[in-house]
């Protein structure tokens, strides 16, 4: 288990922290709240945490990966 806080990569706001079975890899889409968000990059401050930078995904990009799969 890490724990693992999500960033706006712009802001350097906070916008979830929980503890995860693994660190999510770049370019996968995990849900905050209610939006659905890309991760960017990640950086492994110690160990036991891990901050990653994150991009909401807009729905008209959601619909567009859900209809070319």
């Known amino acids: 288990m890490i724990t693992v ?13 929980r503890t995860e079975e693994e660190v ?3 370019g996968q889409t ?3 709240g209610f939006d ?3 991760v960017l990059f990640r ?6 945490c ?5 991009r909401r995904v807009e729905r ?3 619909r ?3 209809v070319a799969a």
Do not use: F, K, M
């Open 50 to 54: 891990c901050i990653v930078y994150v």
């Open 36 to 38: 659905e968000h890309q």
């Open 5 to 17: 806080q999500y960033r706006d990569p712009q802001t350097e706001e906070i916008l979830d922290r």
């Open 43 to 48: 950086w492994r401050t110690v160990p036991t």
């Open 64 to 66: 567009d990966s859900q």
């Open 24 to 26: 999510p890899a770049i």
């Open 30 to 32: 995990v849900r905050i």
């Open 60 to 62: 008209d990009e959601r």
